[in-house]
T-cell receptor, first 113, second 114 residues
Framework: GNSVTQMEGPVTLSEEAFLTINCTYTATGYPSLFWYVQYPGEGLQLLLKATKADDKGSNKGFEATYRKETTSFHLEKGSVQVSDSAVYFCALTEPGSNYKLTFGKGTLLTVNP | DAGVIQSPRHEVTEMGQEVTLRCKPISGHDYLFWYRQTMMRGLELLIYFNNNVPIDDSGMPEDRFSAKMPNASFSTLKIQPSEPRDSAVYFC????????????FGQGTRLTVV
């Protein structure tokens, strides 16, 4: 079956530091890949997505590249802000799965001023 | 669009009571998902609907849980009787029936069973 593995948190950084959150996946076909963000007390929001190999998703300074050869979709940001403090989820859907999302366990990011 | 609307935002109930969680999906969306989030298990898909029809309820933990979608704009998740281990945040999400689409989440219902 499908699965998503994220780096364990929590991750604590200082403002303006570089962020990487690793994500790898297992799928039988060619999935679409997503990063969702959950701010405290809120639901999940789509941060970015990529739908085929070598696609780069980007939003709000965050980027992730769909790497089929390494089955990875690592999230990066060059300079984090305090407002980026949240839980980040990597997820996938696979064609034929009726758009059911498979999530990783989430990574808590705390950015200190 | 107001987004996915869930009610109530918080629910505290006593063990053994019936709990009903409500969800209004985004208009025009074909899929509706119910997820449960806990520290131990993360995000778990409980059940999802396509065009108001339940497609996969294999994630529903036991017979105490039931979900309905009587029309395209409303769904309920019911727990009867509730138990302390049901305490969690329950999310509803909806999405369109097209390739590479994403799901849109509500703000969740935080359920506490005491």
């Amino acid at each position: 079956g499908n699965s998503v593995t994220q780096m364990e948190g929590p991750v604590t950084l200082s403002e303006e530091a570089f962020l990487t959150i690793n994500c790898t996946y297992t799928a039988t076909g060619y999935p679409s890949l997503f990063w969702y963000v959950q701010y405290p007390g809120e639901g999940l929001q789509l941060l970015l997505k990529a739908t085929k190999a070598d696609d780069k998703g980007s939003n709000k300074g965050f980027e992730a590249t769909y790497r089929k050869e390494t089955t990875s979709f690592h999230l990066e940001k060059g300079s984090v802000q305090v407002s980026d403090s949240a839980v980040y989820f990597c997820a996938l859907t696979e064609p034929g799965s009726n758009y059911k999302l498979t999530f990783g366990k989430g990574t808590l990011l705390t950015v200190n001023p | 669009d107001a987004g996915v609307i869930q009610s109530p935002r918080h629910e505290v109930t006593e063990m053994g009571q019936e709990v009903t969680l409500r969800c209004k999906p985004i208009s025009g969306h074909d899929y509706l998902f119910w997820y449960r989030q806990t520290m131990m298990r993360g995000l778990e898909l409980l059940i999802y609907f396509n065009n108001n029809v339940p497609i996969d309820d294999s994630g529903m933990p036991e017979d105490r849980f039931s979900a309905k979608m009587p029309n395209a704009s409303f769904s309920t998740l019911k727990i009867q009787p509730s138990e302390p281990r049901d305490s969690a945040v329950y999310f509803c999400a909806s999405g369109r029936d097209r390739v590479n689409t994403e799901a849109f989440f509500g703000q969740g219902t935080r359920l506490t069973v005491v």
